[in-house]
């Protein structure tokens, strides 16, 4: 049978090893963000996210996603498949800078689709989640600044 889950996270498990940095918390509310943490998210975004469903931010000793209100499930499981790989790529850290957040961009462009197709080949249901409905959605028009989507 072949392995799902990314070397590192499979040495990481054998070793007993804190596998990630911080825990993943889906539908987090943006009313409630302060203005640095908006400072850091737009930061942030404009340097990975493009037209992706989703926004990453290190708060409070977690990972929080905010989903956009256009997201379906397949945009949640990536969000928290990414929210995954950025804790990793975190390390110790008690937030995310560019290195770690470009680490688990190029992860994702590289490992994510691939991962997705092998959990479907092994008759996992990837379009639909057992998970608590997420409330919390925010809504973002992207636009182009500098030649660049944020």
């Given amino acids: 049978m072949e392995h799902l889950l990314p070397n590192w996270m499979r040495l990481r498990m054998l070793t007993r090893d804190r596998l990630f940095n911080a825990p993943v918390k889906l539908g987090a509310k943006i009313s409630s963000l302060s203005q640095s943490d908006m400072s850091n998210l737009l930061r942030l ?6 037209k992706e469903k989703y926004l990453l931010l290190y ?16 945009d949640i499981l ?16 008690s937030s995310i800078n560019e290195t770690s ?10 490992y994510y689709s691939m991962f997705v197709s092998k959990l479907q080949a092994s008759g996992w249901n990837t379009g639909r989640l ?13 636009s182009l600044v500098g030649g660049k989507a944020t």
């Avoid at 990536?78 to 850290?93: A, C, F, N, R």
């Fill in 45 to 50: 975004s404009a340097s990975c996210y493009g």
């Fill in 78 to 93: 990536q969000s928290y498949i990414h929210g995954l790989v950025l804790s990793y790529h975190m390390g110790s850290s």
């Fill in 130 to 142: 057992l998970v608590p409905s997420v409330d919390w959605r925010a809504h973002w028009v992207e």
């Fill in 59 to 74: 708060r409070n000793g977690s990972i929080e996603v905010i989903l956009n209100k256009d997201s379906v499930s397949a």
């Fill in 101 to 110: 957040n470009a680490d688990s961009c190029l992860w994702m462009e590289k």
